[in-house]
Every structure is written in structure tokens, then in C-alpha cells.
């Protein structure tokens, strides 16, 4: 992955809560954690990284793309959980979705949801899916391929255990970093055959 700019968004922060856990968990410390986590892993790779916010504080959804369009980025990743609605069982839905809108963006959201089914598959943890969606971050990305993932439902509680564990939290960075890896490779076998 050298020479790469990855950039990483993670969803919410401040006064943005995002959803709320099973017991408690707010989205937008999931979110950070999991980027400060991917942000070591993707260096030891080689990447260069860079996070659209390093502390618990507000970002417009502008100032995220924006940044990262200014500061060059390759490939845009913004980082979230998902929860239901407060009407719906949360013990019904887990799983990690990922959401892209434009072509330039759907090799990385179709190798993502395949390294995070293939990595969570032996904790019997469903693939939620693969979304072309309309979100303010995947349309206005225009630059750049890019994807929102959701990696899990932090309403459920099996869901929201992997945001508090190391060994939840590696596998889920884990599947990013096979993500890009496997994705790099199939768009361009002979620049990225050796990382
Ligand atoms: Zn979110």
C-alpha cells in the first residue's frame, strides 16, 4: 500500500452522538476507535493516513470531503455503525454493510463486503450488505473512490461487543486492510503484487 493516501473519516463526533449501543456505547467513540486502530494497522503497511478528526469533536459533512480533497487523498473510507429503529427488535438485525454511490467507487465497496463477510462469517455474524446509496459522503466523493462502512449494528449487543474487544476490534480492522488489499490487487495487479 506505499505511496497511497488513505483517507479516514471517522462518522460523528461532539455534539453528533450517531447511535447509541446496546449498553451504552456511543457511535462516535466506536468510530474513532476503529479509525486510530486502522490507522496504525494501513501505516505498518506502508499507506500514508489521515483522519478527518483525531479527537471527539463536530465536522460538517462538507469539511470531510473537503479536506480530504485537499490534502490529495487517494481513496476515501468513512468509518460508522448502524443501529434500528427504536421499534424494531435489536436482536433481529447485526452485521456490517457497505455503502458506495458512484462506479469509481463500487470495486472498493464490493471488496470490503467480501473481506467483512469472510472475516466475521466464523463468529456467525451475518453479512448485512452491499448498498448503492445515496449519502452526502459517498455522492459528493467524486474525486476519489470511496465507501461508508458500517461495520456492525451497535444496537445488538453481539454486534456492540466487537467495538469494546481487541479481538472485535482487529477483526473488523483486519477486514478493512483485506479489503483494500484484495481490491488494489484486482484493479492493479502489477503495481500492488508485492504489498
Ligand atoms: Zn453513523
Redesign the pocket.
Same mark, same amino acid.
Given at each position: 500500500m506505499a505511496g497511497l493516501h488513505i483517507w479516514l473519516d471517522p *462518522? /460523528?463526533g461532539g455534539a453528533s452522538n *450517531?447511535?447509541l449501543g446496546a449498553t451504552g456505547l456511543a457511535?462516535r467513540e466506536a468510530n474513532l476507535r476503529l479509525a486510530l486502530a486502522l490507522e496504525k494497522r494501513l501505516q505498518a503497511l506502508g499507506a500514508t493516513v489521515s483522519l478527518g478528526r483525531r479527537t471527539d469533536k463536530a465536522v460538517s459533512l462538507e469539511d470531510r470531503i473537503e479536506e480530504a480533497l485537499e490534502n490529495h487523498a487517494d481513496l476515501f473510507l468513512s468509518l /460508522?455503525?448502524n443501529a434500528v429503529a427504536d421499534t424494531t427488535d435489536p436482536l433481529s438485525v447485526r452485521g456490517p454493510s457497505v455503502h458506495y454511490y458512484h462506479g469509481l467507487s463500487q470495486w472498493l465497496a464490493e471488496s470490503l463486503t467480501a473481506s467483512l463477510a469472510a472475516n466475521l462469517k466464523s463468529l456467525d455474524i451475518p453479512n448485512y450488505g452491499l448498498v448503492r446509496n445515496n449519502l452526502f459522503v459517498t455522492r459528493e466523493s467524486i474525486w476519489f473512490p470511496a465507501a461508508l462502512v458500517e461495520f456492525c449494528f451497535i444496537s445488538h449487543p453481539g454486534d456492540e461487543e466487537l467495538l469494546v474487544s481487541d479481538e472485535g476490534i482487529h477483526r473488523l480492522t483486519q477486514s478493512v486492510v483485506d479489503g483494500l488489499q484484495m481490491g488494489l490487487l484486482q484493479r492493479d495487479p502489477e503495481t500492488n503484487a508485492k504489498e
Open positions: *462518522g /460523528h *450517531g447511535a457511535e /460508522h455503525c
